[in-house]
């Protein structure tokens, strides 16, 4: 079982929003779309439904040409951000509603609905109806809607974003479990780079229409192949410094030092990129190798355990993630650390020329 997509693309009134695109998945994974807000996930998605018809390129499902099929007619399931139930069924009806759409026997959807309401929770509430529901176990519903169909596609935009932490960290780890052995194409969209960490098997980084890179997940987030890759499987974005490679040698802004990976010694000594995430930026020094950067702080975020601190370096904008409450003071002079060993290199075009020898060692 594939789902592939060939030369795809769409436009909507003169403005592209998916550019020319080739993917594959196969049966039985996870696949993430992870990038922003109108990178063009829930583009990507309804075209792989059949909700939308692409401009260019065609589709296939197992080989067979289904470009232009409803998707009424495709063994599909999909969950919004926005829980999507029929509000005069109850529970159990919404839950059912797939299986007597295909004329399954009142058997088959009882035992079908039971099975997925234990699964999501939900066997208490069968005879309520969807407004008597938290907005959990509205979703939980819709979840286990999908759940019956048995669909071969699974698409999830982004189905838990509206849910509050407790659930959405219970539902992020149950969804590959209740799923895994059905043996469908799962497509989940995300804009938190942590949510596809965490979902693990493939992660597809969008950008303005565009996949950047695809691949196993902790492949994307380790060496990602360009440097808008790097922005989007980073949260907060990564942050970048211009150096200078000369001889063995890398120079970093501040007048500083580190010896060049040794896949660069062949480059040519001039300009380019070095980027490091913002958990890899320390307020004291780890070593003696570690690099000091002269910053000031502009603006602290406390989010109870850890600290956001976003800092000038120079006119460019970073933000550093540090453990513990700290007690600083905005516009203070900061000095900021960084283990080279956390440093990517990339080509003055974004490029990466050189994963992170962290990330290259895990």
Request: proline share 6%.
């Amino acid at each position: 079982m594939t789902l592939k997509m060939e030369g795809v693309s769409k436009i909507v009134d003169g403005k592209t929003h998916i550019f020319p695109t080739d993917l594959t998945l196969q049966k039985g994974t996870m696949n993430v779309l992870l990038g922003p807000t109108s990178a063009g996930k829930t583009s990507l998605m309804r075209l792989m439904a059949g909700l939308d018809v692409p401009n260019t390129g065609k589709i296939l499902w197992n080989d067979d040409d289904v470009t232009g099929m409803r998707v009424q007619d495709r063994k599909v399931a999909m969950v919004y951000q926005q829980f999507i139930n029929y509000p005069s069924m109850t529970v159990y009806e919404n839950i059912a509603s797939p299986m007597r759409l295909m004329g399954k026997s009142a058997q088959e959807i009882d035992a079908a609905v039971k099975e997925a309401a234990e699964l999501m929770q939900l066997s208490p509430m069968l005879d309520r109806k969807p407004l008597e529901l938290s907005g959990g176990q509205q979703q939980r519903c819709a979840l286990a809607r999908a759940l019956v169909k048995k669909a071969g596609l699974v698409l999830l935009d982004e189905p838990l974003a509206n849910l509050d932490y407790k659930l959405r960290e219970e539902l992020r780890a149950e969804i590959p479990r209740i799923f895994e052995e059905s043996g469908a194409i799962f497509v989940y969209a995300t804009t938190e780079p942590e949510e596809a960490l965490l979902l693990g098997g493939n992660t597809a980084t969008l950008w303005e229409g565009r996949i950047t890179q695809f691949g196993l997940t902790p492949t994307v987030y380790r060496r990602p192949s360009d440097a808008t890759t790097a922005r989007v499987f980073s949260d907060p974005p990564m942050n970048f410094i211009n150096v200078t490679k000369f001889g063995s040698k890398i120079s970093f802004g501040d007048g500083q030092s580190a010896a060049a990976p040794s896949q660069l010694a062949d480059l040519p000594d001039g300009t380019y990129m070095a980027g490091f995430r913002p958990n890899h930026l320390e307020l004291e020094p780890q070593g003696a190798d570690t690099l000091e950067f002269a910053t000031q702080l502009t603006v602290t975020e406390i989010t109870g355990s850890e600290t956001f601190v976003h800092l000038d370096h120079h006119g460019e904008r970073w933000v550093g993630l540090v453990h513990g409450v700290r007690d600083l003071s905005i516009g203070q002079p900061l000095k900021i650390y960084l283990d080279p060993a956390h440093a990517y290199i990339f080509s003055p075009d974004g490029a990466l020329l050189s994963a992170a020898p962290y990330a290259e060692a895990a």
